[in-house]
């Protein structure tokens, strides 16, 4: 059963010592949501909250990242999500490449798993860990890729403090929400 294949590998996690911030971790954070989602988002790494929590996007970008959700018509009960890395860089520092390396094998196989239709991309660390480096011009397209459709999109934390940005995320997880319609 893909739900508990999903569940034994969210115990490793939480108990891996794989790379070094397994030693300032309150919670490690899996990831969480729907076994059979067409849909996963992957951000970058737990922040203070989701630390405390052990649930991804419980704090102010998981609110941001609601609102659009909801807006766009997507239901976060459907999808799944999570992070490149489950456990807090300290100070929310950007993940170090040895650290996006050694936890890459937990999110391979939630993908081999839930086996997504759609994999959206919030912002860099993640865009960098499915894709590669980032392109110009590429936040807000799909790329079919070995069968799923890769929706990169920015960082809901970037929008916290600006309205503009609010609206791009937005707008993307609308036109996020007609793909996935269009094709089910
Ligand atoms: N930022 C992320 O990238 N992931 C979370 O779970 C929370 C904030």
Do not use: W
């Amino acid at each position: 059963m893909k739900a508990e294949d999903l569940a034994l590998i969210a115990d490793e996690i939480r108990r891996c010592q794989l790379c070094p911030l397994h030693r300032g971790r309150i919670k490690a954070v899996p990831g969480e949501g729907s076994s059979n989602a067409k849909l996963i988002f992957i951000g970058e790494a737990p922040g203070a909250e989701e630390d405390r929590q052990g649930r991804p996007f419980v704090g102010a970008a998981g609110k941001l990242l609601n609102d659009a959700m909801a807006g766009a018509g997507i239901r976060r009960e459907d999808v799944f999500i999570t992070n490149v890395i489950k456990c807090r860089p300290p100070g929310n520092r950007e993940p170090k490449p040895e650290e996006v390396e050694a936890c890459q094998i937990y999110l391979k196989r939630q993908m081999d798993i839930i086996n997504p239709r759609f994999v959206c991309l919030l912002g860099n660390t993640a865009i960098k860990a499915l894709l590669g480096s980032p392109r110009p011009g590429m936040r807000g397209k799909s790329f079919e890729k070995n069968g799923r459709i890769y929706f990169p999109t920015i960082h809901p934390a970037a929008a916290i403090y600006n309205p503009r940005l609010k609206l791009v995320l937005e707008i993307h997880l609308s036109r996020l929400k007609g793909l996935l319609d269009s094709q089910s």
